[in-house]
DNA sequence: ACCTTTTTGCAAATCAGCTGCATATACGCT
DNA sequence: AGCGTATATGCAGCTGATTTGCAAAAAGGT
């Protein structure tokens, strides 16, 4: 899938994964590969109540989607699980989210990556699922 | 401070970071001191509740502590904080810290870097003052 | 012991996320 | 094009985790 998909190609992936392609699953997908950054529920659901769409369903779909495995979710560390499209371009690869404390603004760092400079570093690490960096952003220093 | 400090020991900790030792914040530390993993609020607050100690109290102590570099909380995907003490200075937020989201236990990784592989990356990143890996670790995996 | 500042207890509020159920829809089938 | 059924949605209330306001109580310096 390309980094934008079109409607057509949004409810054929919706499908491809043996879900129904409901507006609201449309508009959610839509919403996220539109966003440069994982959005929270709250974002979703916020922005689809302006379509009539309730949050309880904005926030099942999510849930449906992430099990069916069209999106992420992730866990920042402030409590608020937030929600990205898998795009199968990047190789399914998780890319490290930089959370600002400050504002909770979240940017993905694609071209990151991390260096063990000796296999001491891997004593007790087994799978590293996901990779987390915070601090202050730009606009809040 | 030593693996398991004493009383008078956590007393002097709590009062050198400028708070006071009162029972319940005694409590609340001997408690996760003789922990061997992480512990969540329910827990601390459920034992803490057999000597009169308010949930509430236990809750803010455990902010309070944590804010005032006494112990660290993190969040092992479940949506619920978990708390254990700060052993030594080696364990501050210097280094990169790998968290078993299975068992809650955290590593240090002195010897692991983060790399950008280009000034992209920073656009937004402001300042970085923690970075944290999640995983599985090898006993858990 | 006294005084000031920090803590605590209690209760009630908030916040993120979930659930039950009756109704409405998507979409394979004819 | 219309049907029928499995799915999805809306609504409303609920849960569990965490936080807050405020008056009373305790900590620790003098």
């Known amino acids: 899938?390309?980094?934008?998909?079109d409607t057509d190609e949004i409810k054929e992936a919706i499908r491809a994964v043996g879900l129904r392609a409901t507006p609201a699953r449309v508009a959610t997908l839509v919403m996220l590969y539109a966003a440069k950054s994982p959005l929270t529920h709250a974002n979703v659901a916020e922005h689809l109540a302006e379509s009539g769409?309730?949050?309880?369903?904005a926030f099942r779909n999510?849930?449906?989607?992430?099990d069916a495995g069209l999106l992420?979710?992730?866990?920042?560390?402030?409590?608020?699980?937030r929600f990205?499209?898998?795009r199968d371009e990047h190789h399914d690869a998780s890319h490290p989210h930089f959370l600002c404390v400050d504002c909770g603004s979240v940017s993905c760092l694609d071209d990151v990556?991390?260096?063990a400079s000796s296999?001491?570093?891997?004593e007790k690490v087994g799978e590293i699922t996901e990779i987390l960096l915070r601090g202050h952003c730009?606009?809040?220093r």
């Not at 899938?1 to 998909?5: D, E, I, N, Q």
């Not at 296999?119 to 891997?122: H, L, M, V």
């Open 1 to 5: 899938m390309k980094k934008t998909p």
């Open 53 to 57: 769409i309730d949050k309880a369903t």
């Open 84 to 86: 990205e499209p898998i």
């Open 138 to 140: 730009n606009e809040c």
């Open 113 to 115: 990556t991390l260096t």
């Open 72 to 81: 992420r979710r992730s866990e920042l560390g402030d409590h608020v699980w």
């Open 119 to 122: 296999k001491r570093a891997s």
């Open 62 to 66: 999510l849930n449906d989607m992430t």
